[in-house]
């Protein structure tokens, strides 16, 4: 009896040195799992703080035009609408550089800006022609911003790539501005040619780029054109007079 007893005590004693050593091996690895878990945050924070600092002591500069055109010309109000990015309107691509600023007409006499802006958006569902412009300016001298410039708008064929373009809203078949719109054309175009540092002779009609007669006024009256020019010149030096840097 005493033998059997002293046997099962010591069964006893075996099955929980069993049972205490499966626990804490269990619990270790839960431990060790749970550790595994924990992000090594304070490691990267020292990798962070050890880094050296670099310090960039390269003064940031805008190119002086961009700087000078900013301060010159103020700009005109404008209305910016950005198209949807598609293939037909508002391809979403940059373009090489901005160049020249290229002016036209829209050939569809008694359309506004705002119009013409949704018909170009339009074209995203229509998908039967490809047609845009950075801006549209309206009959009584709005100007929405359809693209936004140095990005590519389908106006101006070969220069799409190389400038900015204006489509200007008419009342008749003679294509001629309205005042309103003619003034505001010429603030916009001197704005953007002081903003991107644009000469008179980079200021370029859509005929002088492919021969098509737009803006058909301006094509058909050269002198109306240069005057076009002129004024957009002289505003610039208006305004650098303003600024007191004439
Ligand atoms: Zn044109």
């Given amino acids: 009896m005493e033998d059997r007893h002293s046997e099962k005590k010591k069964g006893v004693r075996w099955g929980r040195f069993l ?65 949807s990015i598609n293939e037909y309107s508002r391809p979403g691509e940059k373009v090489d550089a901005i160049e020249y600023i290229v002016i036209h007409y829209l050939g569809n006499p008694k359309t506004t800006a705002q119009q013409n802006h949704d018909y170009f958006e339009s074209l995203k569902d229509l998908q039967n022609t490809s047609m845009s ?44 501005f309205t005042q309103e719109t003619y003034n505001s054309c010429v603030h916009l175009t001197a704005y953007l040619a002081a903003k991107y ?20 006024y301006y094509v058909e009256h050269e002198d109306k054109w240069e005057e076009f020019r002129d004024d957009v010149m002289a505003y610039i030096e208006e305004c650098k007079a303003a600024a007191g840097l004439g």
């Fill in 133 to 176: 412009a950075n801006f549209v300016v309206g009959i009584e001298g709005e100007i929405i911003e359809c693209v936004p410039p140095g990005e590519i708008a389908y106006a101006s064929n070969s220069m799409n790539h190389l400038s900015v373009s204006i489509e200007n809203c008419h009342l008749d078949d003679s294509g001629r």
């Fill in 19 to 83: 049972l205490w050593v499966c626990v804490t091996a269990v619990t270790v690895a839960a431990v060790w799992f749970l550790l595994q878990l924990v992000p090594k945050e304070d490691e990267n924070v020292d990798i962070l703080l050890d880094a050296p600092v670099e310090i960039d002591t390269e003064p940031i500069t805008e190119p002086e035009s961009e700087t000078l055109a900013e301060n010159i010309v103020p700009p005109p109000d404008i209305d910016v609408q950005p198209l």
């Fill in 197 to 216: 540092d644009i000469d008179r002779e980079h200021i370029i009609r859509h005929y002088d780029v492919t021969g098509k007669e737009c803006p058909l």
